[in-house]
Nanobody
Framework: QVPLVESGGGLVQAGGSLRLSCLDTKRTFGNYNMAWFREAPGREREFVAG????????SVIDSVKGRFTISRDDAKSTMYLQMNSLKPEDTAVYSCAVEMGGMYHYWGPGTQVTVSS
């Protein structure tokens, strides 16, 4: 069983919203910092937003600041990424990961987000 599984992606018009979910399938990572990443076609994977083990957002990239909100519900073993005011440049495969020892591990398979103009 894959440790992390993302869902919630889809096709949306510019200005729309989506909420991504990252399920910790084995309820293993409740005490770890986690993060969302994205990879657009022809570009390297980039960090989007991070959250501490206690639920405090740790950082977010400037291009999504004020539009995306990261959160987690450990009772549901799920981390979320609320994405509002989506832009075509947000189109990418979004995946989640766990931070351990300063590096990210246990990448999920990802969920596709496509924003049409």
């Amino acid at each position: 069983q894959v440790p992390l599984v993302e869902s919630g992606g889809g096709l949306v018009q510019a200005g729309g919203s989506l909420r991504l979910s990252c399920l910790d399938t084995k309820r293993t990572f409740g005490n770890y910092n986690m993060a969302w990443f994205r990879e657009a076609p022809g570009r390297e994977r980039e960090f989007v937003a991070g959250i501490s083990w206690s639920g405090d957002p740790t950082s977010v990239i400037d291009s999504v600041k004020g539009r995306f909100t990261i959160s987690r519900d450990d009772a549901k073993s799920t981390m979320y990424l609320q994405m509002n005011s989506l832009k075509p440049e947000d189109t990418a495969v979004y995946s989640c990961a766990v931070e351990m020892g300063g590096m990210y591990h246990y990448w999920g398979p990802g969920t596709q987000v496509t924003v049409s103009s």
